[in-house]
Structures are given as structure tokens and as C-alpha cells.
């Protein structure tokens, strides 16, 4: 079956677009571009066993179903090859013109994988003598489903439902830093790469659905468009929880194009309290050797701002599918400007969103190894171990008219522990210390630091 599935997912990739029927279309899409279609067709089922032939567009042929309890899919097969390669499979055995300039040759396909040619006197070619103009019964121009069915009583339509691919979506958030809150909002960002679809209703399910086969890399978008709904475009998509997933569904009915993007508001603006954080990263490593180090070297300080989202809130009571979170802030003429971008994963409902914004331009940090010493453990029972005792002192400067308050964190596994310090060590878990040094205005703060690791 995986054999089965991965190479209806090649086969995806190289079909035109597909274009899906109005006639009451839903779809679900996927973060990793899975695409579940709902459909409902105007083809009368007799009951009993009937034969369909069905113009569904491009899809995985291992995951097509009926949506109708009484009505069972006994056998189906799916042609959706349209491409030239697969056409000249087909012709295999056949006579074909093929065109060179103003001369026309004909000449048999012999057979493909190489492609072999043979001429009306005989002769055998590896390479085309022309640019085949192949039958159409060779040629698909739609793909097509042929399924049997049988069914429990009559029926004026027939539901179905089956995977395809060429769209996908995220989440894009914006938040405007001011003095101590965030206006945040939100949008769902769909982007079509081959799929077409017209006035379908439209859902997204956020979180990680597993699948059996690797999903395929995003293409790129090429244009951005606004939802064309029948709603309002003020309604924004409503929200619910289905099974460990969150599912939202668009207002209105909507239409995707081939290289289109299509955004619509998660959430209402929210103003929100934020804080901002700078961190100076350790340089001890994770496991094993503590070594010794040289010279003195800079640091940087990163900077991070987290979004709180306290519980009885409507900001903090929804959740936030995983995407991309831009910072922005006013310069002094009130024009927004972009100060941080990151990846945020999805964020279940009270919980704070933390967003890496960069660098720290005005705050700097030198760290430099004064004393470094190494002994063998020589008790009978831990024969063979290190203990290491290293001095660290990093030096905080501060450029701004503020004080800063600069977190160092120090991250190690295994039996380590810090034996003194300038500034009260806090341990946050098993691997992680931290010091919160504050630096004054235009001035600079040093931290010193001795610890003690066992390898």
C-alpha cells in the first residue's frame, strides 16, 4: 500500500492542474499539503452493481471512498497519466506521424524505456524523428476514475471523498510592539500550487496529521490574492477541536487558482502585554570534554520577545496553529518597521507565545576562560573520570539610555554544577543554569563564574 501511495504522489507532481466541480465541494487542507476532497455528484446510483465513469481530477487513487454508508466501492481504476511520456507508453505497438520541419514521417513505437522507433523500411531509431502528433485515443485529457459500486437503495447522487495535493497552508501573525502591549492579529494563508477549485467551502486542520509517505517540498507562490467569499470578507474563520487537531472553517464559499495565495483573519486584533528578553548563550558544551580555551570572544546577545496569554481572554483561549510571527515597531515618524521574524510552532490555548527577534545592535557581550584545571578521579569506584574546574568571566556592555537586565544561561548534561559566582546562580532544570546580570545605562556589568564538570 505505501509502494501504492508514493507513486500516486510522483505521479501528482507532473499533472496539469486539476479543476474540481462547483457542485457542493469541501475541502480540508493539510500544514504538509495533503488535500481532503468532499464531493457530492450529480450521477444517479442504481441499487445493486453499477459501473461509473467519474471525472474527479487529479488524486490518489489508493484513497478514494464513499461518504454514504450504503454504498460500497467493490473495485476501481484510475488512469491519471497525462503527460507525454505515459501517452507514448500507450501508443506502444502503434503507427504515429511525426513532424520534422515541413516533412512528416511515420514511424512504429517499438518500445519506451528507451524510447525505440521503427521506420516504414525498417531501419530502428533510438531518438524521435520528429515531434509526435500522437492519437487521442493515447491521450488523457482529464484523468479519469472508473468504479464499480454497489448500493443499498437508489440514489439521485453520489458521495465520495479521496486525497489530492497542490495546496497547502500556515499561519501568519503580526505583531506591533508599543509601550508594554502588542496589537496582534492573525490570519490562515493558503497557497494554491495546482490546485483549482471553484466557490468550495474551505477548512484547515492545524497540527501534525502522521502519513505514510514523506510529504512533498512546497513549491513556490507566485502571487498573493484575498479570499473571494460569499460572506462578508470582515467574518473571520471559526475554530473548533476535532480529535487531538483544531479545525477552522472559512466563512462563505471560496475559489482557489493555480499560483495563487489566499489569506483570511483568524482572530479579532488583539492588544496584548509583552515582555522582552536578552540572552547570552554558554559555551560549555552538551556532553563530554570540557576544553580549554584561548583568547577573549564576543557573544551575542539575543534578543526575544514573548506574547502573554493569559487564561479568560479571547487571545488567550484559542489557539494558535504554527506559522510565521513578524514583529513590527514605529520609528520616530510613526512608520512601522520590521524588528523580528520567526517560526512559531503550534501554541495550545494559555500559552505564551515566544518570539526570536534577532541580535541586540547596542547590547554586547566578551567572554573569556581564566583558569582551567583537570584531574583524574581517583576513588576505586569512578576509575578513569575527569573533573574539570573552569573560571568564566563575561563582560556585558550597554550602549542605551536604559537599564538592562542580560540573561546568560549555561546548558550542560550529565554531573556538572556551578561552585561560585558574581551573581546568583539560578537552576532552571538538570541542564541549565542562568545568571540575570542588570547593566546600567551607558555602562557595563561583568559576571565571574566557576564551575565544576565530571565526564
Known sequence: MNATLALAAACLSLLPPARLPAQQTSLTIYNDGRVLVRRTLATPVPKGTSEQRLALGTLEPATLFALDSGVTIAAASYDGAADEASAMRRALGQSILFRSGKDTVSATVVGVDPERFRLADGRILFARPGQPALPEDVVVLEPIARVTLRSDAARKELRLGYFTGGADWQASYQAVLGRGNARVTGAAVVGSQTLRVKDAEIQLLAGAVSRAVAAPPARPLARLEMLKAAAPAADEASEERVGEFH?????????????????????????????????????????????????????????????????????????????????????????????????????????DVRIAAGTAFDLTARRVQTTYTTRRDTTKAAVGRTIVTADYTVTLTNA????????????????????????????????????????????????????RAVW
Request: cysteine-free; proline content about 8%.
Open 247 to 351: 479545525l477552522y472553517t472559512l466563512a462563505g464559499r471560496a475559489s482557489l487558482e493555480p499560483g495563487t495565495t489566499t489569506s483570511v483573519a483568524l482572530f479579532e486584533p488583539a492588544s496584548v502585554p509583552f515582555e522582552r528578553a536578552y540572552v547570552v548563550r554558554g559555551q560549555l558544551p552538551y556532553f563530554g570534554f570540557v576544553p580549554q580555551q584561548g583568547d577573549e570572544t564576543e557573544v551575542p546577545v539575543e534578543v526575544s520577545y514573548t506574547l502573554k496569554r493569559a487564561r479568560k481572554t479571547d487571545f488567550g483561549d484559542r489557539p494558535l496553529p504554527g506559522g510565521v510571527a513578524r514583529l513590527f515597531q514605529a520609528d520616530s515618524a510613526g512608520r512601522l518597521q520590521l524588528v523580528g521574524e520567526a517560526v512559531v510552532r503550534h501554541t495550545a490555548p494559555g500559552e
Open 400 to 451: 542605551t539610555d536604559s537599564t538592562a537586565t542580560i540573561e546568560v544561561r549555561e546548558e550542560r548534561a550529565g554531573e556538572w554544577s556551578v561552585l561560585s559566582s558574581s551573581v546568583p546562580a539560578e537552576k532552571v532544570s538538570s541542564t541549565v543554569t542562568r545568571f540575570r546580570v542588570p547593566v546600567p545605562a551607558r555602562g557595563r556589568a561583568v559576571l565571574s563564574y566557576r564551575i
